[in-house]
């Protein structure tokens, strides 16, 4: 059975456990370099980006982190992992001193945070998804919840796009209304969703990173 490492610095930790137990590898909770070592791959929770920034040079991960992604490790990041894995923020926040938050990186998009407005800071919509199937390349629907989700503004050559989403009416974002934006891509071994699939139940996106994982998909 693989060893999935969950970050567990902050965030969704639980939600995740629950949806890759179900799928049938093993869960190990990773807060430390120590914890990292022995995982054949990653889940970056969702929860607050600048939060798990800041506790990642807290706990001595952030370079161990990078050096796994740089060496190929596969990892899933969902919201704010999704953050964490782009090698650029839109808009990034700054702390106290002026200093921008960072992201791991490895993945090669620009994201938006928060990007479907305060209005609208949560919903829920159908979602057209491709590569779900295990050999298909066919679209499969899914349904996603978004929670003060970022957006994918920018993708590289190398990624790519599984799914979109038009940005709901009433959102603040006004100027890119009825533009579908990037919500789901892939870049070889790396994985990212602006949505929580480990918040409905849906196993299908963990199973996809499972065959990523086993170099099926
Ligand atoms: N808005 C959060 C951030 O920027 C992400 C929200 C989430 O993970 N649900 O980190």
């Known amino acids: 059975r693989e060893r999935v490492g969950i970050l567990a610095l902050q965030g969704d930790v639980r939600e995740h456990a629950r949806t890759l137990e179900a799928c049938g590898v093993d869960v190990v909770l990773v807060r430390r370099p120590s914890e990292l070592v022995g995982v054949d791959a990653l889940v970056l929770p969702g929860g607050e980006s600048t939060t798990i920034d800041k506790l990642t040079r807290i ?9 796994r992604i740089q060496d190929g490790l596969a990892v899933y990041g969902s919201c704010a992992g999704m953050i964490l894995l782009a090698n650029e923020i839109a808009d990034p926040a700054t702390d106290s001193n002026g200093n921008p938050q960072q992201t791991l990186g490895g993945l090669d998009i620009t994201v938006r945070r928060n990007a479907f407005g305060r209005q609208i800071d949560s919903f829920e919509t159908q979602l057209l998804f491709t590569a779900l199937a295990p050999k298909g390349t066919q679209e499969q629907a899914l349904h996603a919840v978004f ?6 503004e920018r993708v590289g050559e190398s990624v790519e796009v599984l799914a979109s989403v038009e940005p709901p009416a009433g959102g603040q ?6 533009e579908a934006r990037a919500v789901a891509v892939r870049s070889q071994h790396l994985l990212a969703t602006s949505f929580h699939p480990e918040v409905t139940g849906e196993r299908r ?11 099926e998909a």
């Open 59 to 67: 706990f001595g991960m952030r370079q161990p982190l990078q050096e």
């Open 147 to 152: 929670i003060r989700a970022p957006w994918v």
């Open 173 to 178: 974002n006004v100027r890119i209304e009825g």
């Open 205 to 215: 996106i963990h199973e996809l990173f499972i065959r990523m994982i086993r170099g």
